[in-house]
C-alpha cells in the first residue's frame, strides 16, 4: 500500500534517497536461467547516471551496481533479485539553508504535509536519483524481452520547448539516439535542442519537452481487461517518473480533429499476417496489443529546481526569498530517456508474464 513497487508478476520495489547511503531495487518474479550479467545493467545505468556531459546536472556518480542475491554463476536464480548502487558524491550540505523553506514545485510541502516529516536533501525518496532502481530493474527485463521476442525499445527525445524534429519512425535507432548528448536522432535538431539548453543553462532556468517511445516487434496479446489494460499500466508506470506530465498513445490528442473514418486503423493481410495499414492506435487496440509497434509520448515539465531567486514560504507560513545551490539538470529528458525505456520494459515483462500465466 506504500507505493514503492510495481507489478504484479514481474514485481519491482525499490528503495533510497538521493543522499542517503544507497539506492536500490528487489525485482521479485524474474524468470530462471537469464544471462545476465552486471555489465549488462550497467550499460543501462550509465545512459542515466548524473555528471554525463555539460548539459546535465555535475554530480559525479559511478552508479556502480552491485547484484547480491538472485544470480548465480551469471544466470538468474528465480529467486529475489537485490540490485544496489552507493551514494558516493552526496553533498546534504547543499540543503541545510532549504530545511524549512518550501522549493516551488517540489514535493516539500506535499510529503510533509503527508508523513509529518521529509528529507529536504536533494528531496530524499522523491528525488529524480530513485529513478536508479528503475533503470536497473527495466535492464534485466529488456534483455529477456529481447532475447523472447527480439523486442526493441527505442525512447528518444523529440521535443525540448519549441524545437521539434519530424523524423520518420523508420529512421530511428540506437546508434542515432546515442549519437549527441540530448539522444535525439536528428543530427540537427539535436544541435539546435543542446544550444537552446545551454542559454536556459546559462540563465539559471530550465526547460521542458517531450519524449517519443517506439517499440518494435511486439507480440500480439499483451493486457489485461478491463482496469489492467496494456495503455492504461503503461500510462501509470510513465506518469510515475519525475516531472512526467503528460501522456499519449498513438495519435493521442490529435485524434480529436479526425474522424472515424480516418482514425480508424483498417486490417489487412501481409505476408500471411493481420497486420493495420495506419497505426493510430498505437499498438494497442481495447488494450491490448496487436503486434504493430507501440508508439507513445511523454510530456517533461521543465526541471523544478532552478538557480534564479524565487518567492516561497516557509513551514511556519513566512514569506521567504529562495535561491538553490545544488547540482541539477537544466533540462532532464537527456537522461530520462532511459528511465522510459526502463519503465516501459518493466511494464511489458510483467504483461507478458501474465499472459503466459493465463495462456497455458
Known amino acids: 500500500m506504500a507505493g514503492n513497487s510495481f507489478g504484479l508478476l514481474y514485481r519491482v520495489t525499490t528503495f533510497g534517497e538521493s543522499h542517503g547511503g544507497v539506492v536500490g531495487c528487489v525485482i521479485d518474479g524474474c524468470p530462471p536461467l537469464l544471462e545476465i550479467s552486471t555489465a549488462d545493467i550497467q550499460k543501462e545505468l550509465d545512459r542515466r547516471k548524473p555528471g554525463q556531459s ?61 508523513y509529518g516529516i521529509r528529507d529536504y536533501c536533494g528531496g530524499g525518496r522523491a528525488s529524480a536519483r530513485e529513478t536508479l532502481a528503475r533503470v536497473a530493474a527495466g535492464a534485466v527485463a529488456k534483455k529477456y524481452l529481447k532475447i523472447k521476442f527480439n523486442i526493441e525499445i527505442l525512447s528518444f527525445v523529440e521535443q525540448i520547448g519549441s524545437v521539434k524534429t519530424h523524423i520518420s519512425d523508420s ?89 472515424g473514418s480516418k482514425q480508424n486503423d483498417r486490417f489487412i493481410v501481409k505476408n500471411n499476417q493481420i497486420k493495420t495499414l495506419t497505426n493510430n492506435s498505437g499498438g494497442i487496440q481495447g488494450g491490448i496489443s496487436n503486434g504493430e509497434n507501440l508508439i507513445f509520448r511523454t510530456v517533461f515539465k521543465p526541471t523544478a529546481t532552478i538557480k534564479q531567486s524565487q518567492l516561497t514560504v516557509t513551514n511556519k507560513k513566512k514569506k521567504t ?40
Open 54 to 114: 555539460k548539459i546535465t546536472t555535475q554530480r559525479k556518480e559511478e552508479d556502480q551496481i552491485e547484484a547480491l542475491s538472485g544470480v548465480f554463476e551469471g544466470k538468474t536464480t528465480g529467486t529475489p533479485i537485490l540490485l544496489i548502487a552507493k551514494n558516493k558524491n552526496a553533498r546534504p550540505q547543499d540543503y541545510v539553508n532549504l530545511k524549512n523553506i518550501y522549493r516551488p514545485s517540489h514535493a516539500d510541502y506535499t510529503y510533509e504535509s503527508k
Open 321 to 360: 526569498i529562495m535561491q538553490s545551490a545544488g547540482r541539477h539538470d537544466p533540462c532532464v529528458l537527456p537522461r530520462a530517456v532511459p528511465i522510459v525505456d526502463a519503465m516501459t520494459a518493466i511494464t511489458l515483462m510483467d504483461h507478458y508474464l501474465r499472459h503466459k500465466a493465463q495462456n497455458l
Open 171 to 259: 529512421l530511428v535507432t540506437v546508434n542515432k539516439i546515442e549519437s549527441n548528448l540530448v539522444r535525439c536522432p536528428d543530427k540537427k535538431v539535436a544541435q539546435k535542442m543542446i544550444k537552446l539548453i545551454e542559454v536556459i543553462k546559462n540563465q539559471g532556468d530550465s526547460i521542458g519537452g517531450i519524449i517519443k517511445t517506439i517499440v518494435k516487434n511486439m507480440p500480439v496479446g499483451l493486457g489485461e481487461p478491463v482496469f489492467d489494460k496494456l495503455s492504461a499500466d503503461l500510462g501509470k508506470a510513465i506518469l510515475s517518473i519525475n516531472a512526467a506530465k503528460g501522456f499519449e498513445i498513438g495519435a493521442g490528442f490529435s485524434g480529436v480533429v479526425k474522424k
